[in-house]
């Protein structure tokens, strides 16, 4: 297994702000690269923002501004965003950067040389919204307007230079064949493959300068083209990493971290990362990435999110939810509510009984009952577990499992199923107190190390439960976890959270509930 682990988000267009689609990626990538970091594994983190194109000129048009004005106010939101929800990403690259420029004409003029591109003519239907040529015969079933957007489709016709596409196709259908991780959830893969196998022409990469304004990346070979916004985006998750060399100073920097591990991405866009993409790797002989992961799209309150119909989660009402549950319990939310590839409705009814049932009446009241106990009996110190029996291997056997299957659920962004396995782990412990009444055994003093068995066990469990908790709620967990022994543990997550690794002796405080109910 590679010891480095690079995740990225999607690049986010800046013709709109930011909002709970962008919040619920971004999220999920910062989830993976704080878990794989606890495991021991060299992590990077790639997030930014996508500048050109046509629809940011007329965003910014629009608005009396440039393009690069426009952009610049805009990622002042995400970057803010990001800082409110304790992003942790290593790179934040903007396509309007020169070191992405420089390389993006570099990669486009290897192709060239490779004879993968060719000048030719176009004429189509063009989706403005989604910066993509369409087909006569699907412009024609949604009625000549976009699939996503409902926008009408515009008619273009001019010069244009196209990649190869078409040359790669079999051999992309054969690896994701044969790569079954390469398209998840494989829904998604089924849906990719049945397109390839209708047949794909030859990919317009470039577009006319004075169309846009003169706005992009200027084609290297043809000063009068600028690159097609999406091999431009696209190119973003090697260039951020220093390739190709282009003679400045972090060339190749961070090459090691390719492939990439994972490419997050909501569902509209897996066309262009499961094709265009790996067919331009190919070409460009470099390695695919090993897993192009396509999340579906949130509603709000049973609808689809409209400014106009009061239900659009932007990022102040982001702002307003975290000031009320806090950022954890938000993060915590989105990737517990739904399975990680599914579409998802949000609710504030659902992140006040999910926060209620799971966070507070489950994990925080499990910490609150321990951490008391323990206080109360043992006067703050953690007691011995002696004659560990049949009793207490639910609880054990329910930590184990979350332990030995959490890389494993990480791995294929199982997101649901994790939180769902540590759960099982707080709700075992739970029943594990009533059924053994250790508030009944403390009137006896003769049950006294029957009293610290079961303390000791409860600790234990509540240990590994803040532990694999802390990639979704950092600031929750690692208060949860200052209460036995003050110091965060060292050492990777698999070794913090051996059955034990809490030791006899270590203090113990109890503190105010950790996650209160909300009334």
């Excluded at 403005?128 to 699939?147: D, I, P």
């Excluded at 992009?216 to 060399?245: C, E, F, K, Q």
């Excluded at 639910?394 to 930590?399: E, F, S």
Aim: glycine letters at 8%; a negative charge; charged letters at 25%.
């Amino acid at each position: 297994m590679s010891r480095t682990y690079y995740v990225t988000t999607p690049i986010y267009y800046v013709n709109d702000v930011p909002h709970i689609g962008h919040s619920y990626t971004t999220i999920a990538a910062d989830v993976l690269a704080r878990f794989f970091r606890q495991a021991g594994r060299d992590v990077r983190f790639l997030t930014g923002t996508d500048e050109h194109g046509i629809k940011i000129v007329k965003a910014s048009a629009e608005k009396g501004l440039t393009p690069q004005q426009l952009a610049d106010t805009v990622v002042v939101g995400f970057e803010q965003l990001w800082r409110d929800l304790d992003i942790t990403h290593d790179d934040f690259i903007r396509t309007s950067q020169p070191r992405h420029e420089a390389r993006v004409q570099a990669i486009v003029q290897a192709l060239v040389d490779r004879d993968e591109i060719y000048l030719g003519g176009y004429e189509g239907w063009y989706d403005e919204g989604q910066e993509e040529f369409v087909t006569e015969s699907a412009a024609r079933e949604n009625e000549y307007k976009s699939a996503i957007s409902g926008r009408p489709l515009v008619r273009y016709k001019e010069p244009s230079w196209f990649f190869r596409l078409g040359k790669w196709v079999p051999r992309l259908l054969e690896h994701i064949e044969t790569h079954p991780d390469f398209i998840l959830p494989a829904s998604r893969a089924n849906e990719v493959v049945s397109k390839l196998k209708m047949g794909v022409e030859d990919l317009s990469i470039s577009r006319l300068a004075d169309k846009v304004g003169g706005w992009g990346v200027r084609m290297p070979n043809d000063r009068d083209h600028t690159v097609y916004v999406w091999i431009d985006a696209l190119s973003n998750y090697l260039t951020a990493l220093g390739w190709p060399a282009v003679g400045a100073e972090d060339d190749e920097a961070h090459m090691r971290y390719w492939p990439a591990s994972v490419h997050l991405i909501g569902k509209d866009i897996l066309w262009f990362h499961a094709v265009y993409w790996p067919c331009m790797l190919m070409a460009l002989d470099m390695p695919l990435p090993q897993c192009v992961f396509a999340h579906g799209w949130w509603t709000s309150e049973g609808r689809k999110m409209s400014k106009s119909l009061g239900n659009f989660i932007s990022r102040e009402v982001i702002a307003e939810l975290c000031a009320e549950y806090g950022r954890d319990a938000y993060r915590y939310f989105l990737l517990r509510e739904v399975p990680f590839g599914s579409d998802g409705d949000f609710s504030r009814a659902s992140l006040k009984g999910r926060y209620n049932s799971e966070l507070a009446n489950g994990i925080g009241n499990l910490l609150s009952r321990t951490t008391n106990m323990i206080d109360r009996y043992f006067d703050g110190v953690l007691p011995e577990a002696v004659g560990v029996g049949a009793v207490e291997r639910p609880v054990i056997d329910a930590a184990a499992a979350l332990r030995e299957g959490a890389e494993a659920m990480m791995a294929r962004c199982d997101f649901h199923a994790y939180l769902g396995a540590l759960l099982a782990v707080a709700q075992a412990t739970n029943r594990y107190i009533e059924d053994t009444e250790p508030f009944k055994l403390a009137k006896d003093p003769d049950q006294r190390r029957r009293l610290g068995t079961i303390l000791n066990t409860c600790a234990q469990a509540v240990a590994v439960i803040l532990a694999h908790l802390e990639p979704f709620m950092p600031e929750v967990a690692a208060a949860g976890l200052s209460r036995f022994g003050g110091a965060p543990a060292a050492g990777t997550l698999a070794e913090r959270t051996a059955w034990g690794a809490l030791p006899a002796g270590t203090p113990v405080s109890k503190g105010e509930p950790l996650i209160p109910r909300k009334p």
